[in-house]
């Protein structure tokens, strides 16, 4: 008897207890973010979306191959030497067209990997993570801004020129390797005129020498 | 031929009248019990609760939720015995809506002023128990039945100590019309100022208050007493095959219960229409402003614990009331009426 009644009460003060606490909590300010509307700040460094800036990627792949699920595929176009690419903002020199420039994120494990060896810190972690879609494919993101047809341009271009270059480089080879032949032939005429001549003096010298022997003999 | 329309009109227009004002009452408080509900649930979570419908905090969120049900589409199961599955939830409504004939809203007002109120009251409301298992047997889904068979043998183990502790206030009072107990607590006398409240006039209504408490919670399935609907357990318990608007009906009856036991709680132990302070702010329309506030209260207090406490299990429920609550309220009952006599 004695026992249930210190069990009852017991319960009872568990109880009082509890919506003590549950009374505290109504006056409390809520801790809810209304999330539509209001959103978190992110933290400096959070990882989320990769963005490139691509003016001022200098296409030298360093990001792709620091990447661990290889989810950065680029491919570059060098320029011809007509146009000018301009400088990024950190004042490295640009060479290439990037024409194409795609981040899989459906791959990204946001590793930042990317983010570090990038020369001119194009590649960026950007505090966006809203990004779901209802198509996988729409998680490649194309950060080339080449059209098309520039691009077919721009490859015929430097296609041309690449082909002009090897065969100026042909050329200058061949120019070259014909001069060297002159010079060689050349060297040899001069070496066989030499010798036909060191042949005549020393055929003089071996008569005088000869003959100052013999007159030593003599 | 005009006068016999007349005579018929002019009683049948008084009933409309008179049954229109509860209806208007409990849907009023539904949709504003349900939106403080979720309300309260937030922020006793540190949550915001409901806040995009309507301006301030989301106030016309039931009245969304209303419209959103109203569209929802009436799914009955192919096996379900139709009459039955329709029928239930109108009848639960009904029984916690007949009840509210009695409750004496101010001292102008009462639907019915009848001798036997307590008692037409206790009855009806027994009604609900019926639907809760029609509604589970004619779903023919056993959860429901599961459902609906633990509403029964809660109900109705649980109408006992309620019936005690509303004989201990009969006791003292000596009529079962709520108007005449209502009337009976008016003044202020005890110990010079309290008012005369049926609570404040000897210890042992205090443990019958409790008591009250407690089985009304279990009666109009609160939680820790959740147990026929438990949602995570039944899957939604009786209502589980119910959609749309006939689901609705159920939440409506349950939030009409709610305020109905609330009510006769105020009406028996806390002086039911009655001024706290007396004379001051009494009159039929304050009466009616201390009625519901006293109501309310009480609904909130069910709302606290409901967001406070976790569920007990059958065998708790059980034990709680046929091993603690009924010896308890019946010693205390005899305890009144040791009291009224020797005082
Ligand atoms: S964050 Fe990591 S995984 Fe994602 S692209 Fe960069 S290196 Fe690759
Ligand atoms: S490391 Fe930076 S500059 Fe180099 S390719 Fe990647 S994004 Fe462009």
Same mark, same amino acid.
């Given at each position: ?150 691009? /077919?341009?721009? @490859?015929? +271009?430097? #296609? =041309? !020129? *690449?082909?002009? %270059?090897?065969? $100026?480089? &042909? ?5 070259? /390797?014909?001069? @060297?032949? +002159?010079? #060689? =032939? !050349? *060297?040899?005429? %001069?070496?066989? $005129?030499? &010798? ?21 003999? $003599? | ?343």
């Amino acid at each position: 008897m004695a026992n249930q009644i210190k069990e009852g009460w017991l319960t009872f003060k568990s109880i009082f207890t509890g919506m003590g606490i549950t009374m505290r909590h109504l006056f409390q300010p809520s801790v809810t973010l209304q999330y539509p509307d209001e959103r978190e700040e992110l933290p400096p460094g959070a990882r989320a979306q990769l963005y490139v800036n691509i003016d001022d990627c200098i296409g030298c792949n360093l990001c792709a191959r620091a990447c661990p699920v290889n989810c950065i595929d680029i491919e570059t176009v060098k320029a011809t030497d007509d146009v000018d690419l301009g400088k990024t903002s950190t004042g490295n020199p640009k060479r290439f067209w990037l024409t194409r420039f795609n981040i899989d994120m459906a791959k990204c494990m946001y590793c930042d990997l990317c983010v570090h060896p990038c020369p001119t810190d194009c590649i960026t972690m950007v505090p966006e993570y809203e990004y779901s879609e209802f198509d996988r494919t729409n998680f490649v993101y194309h950060f080339s801004n080449l059209s098309p047809e520039m691009v /077919a341009e721009v @490859k015929d +271009k430097a #296609e =041309e !020129e *690449a082909e002009r %270059k090897k065969r $100026e480089k &042909e050329e200058m080879m061949r120019k070259k /390797a014909e001069e @060297k032949k +002159k010079k #060689e =032939e !050349e *060297a040899k005429k %001069k070496a066989a $005129e030499e &010798e036909t001549k060191k042949e005549d003096e020393t055929d003089a010298d071996d008569s005088t020498n000869k003959n100052s022997e013999n007159d030593d003999k $003599e | 031929m005009f006068e016999t329309i007349g005579n018929i009109m002019a009683p049948l227009t008084a009933i409309i009248i008179h049954a229109a004002i509860p209806l208007t009452i409990i849907l009023v408080y539904a949709l504003v019990a349900i939106w403080g509900e979720r309300k309260i649930a937030g922020f006793i979570q540190d949550r915001l609760g409901p806040m995009r419908v309507g301006g301030f905090h989301g106030w016309a969120q039931s009245i969304a939720d209303l419209l959103k049900l109203i569209q929802k589409e009436d799914i009955i199961p192919t096996d379900a015995s139709r009459f039955l599955f329709k029928f239930a939830p109108f009848m639960m409504f009904a029984a916690s809506y007949a009840a509210f004939a009695v409750i004496p809203f101010s001292s102008d007002y009462i639907g019915s002023n009848i001798n036997v109120g307590v008692f037409y009251l206790l009855a009806v409301t027994s009604i609900l128990t019926l639907s809760v298992i029609m509604a589970g047997w004619a779903s023919n889904n056993k959860w429901s039945l599961l459902g609906g068979m633990r509403s029964a043998a809660q109900m109705v183990s649980y109408e006992v100590p309620t019936i005690a502790t509303v004989l201990t206030v009969i006791v003292v009072a000596g009529s079962l019309n709520l108007m005449t107990v209502t009337e009976m607590q008016s003044g202020n006398d005890i110990l010079g100022f309290l008012p005369n409240w049926f609570i404040f006039q000897n210890p042992f209504l205090i443990v019958a208050f409790i008591i009250f408490f407690i089985s009304i919670l279990a009666e109009s399935h609160r939680v820790p007493f959740d147990l026929p609907e438990s949602e995570s357990e039944l899957v939604g318990g009786y209502q589980t095959e119910y959609s749309g608007m006939r689901w609705a009906m159920f939440m409506l009856a349950e939030y009409a219960d709610m305020l109905l036991l609330s009510l006769l709680g105020a009406t028996l132990f806390f002086g039911g229409w009655n001024s706290p302070f007396g004379e001051f702010m009494a009159g039929p329309f304050w009466g009616f402003f201390w009625f519901m506030l006293k109501g309310l209260l009480l609904v909130f207090v069910m709302m606290w614990i409901r967001w406070t406490l976790p569920r007990y299990r059958v065998d708790q429920l059980m034990h709680i009331c046929w091993s603690i609550l009924i010896p308890l309220s019946f010693v205390n009952l005899i305890l009144v009426a040791l009291w009224e006599m020797i005082f």
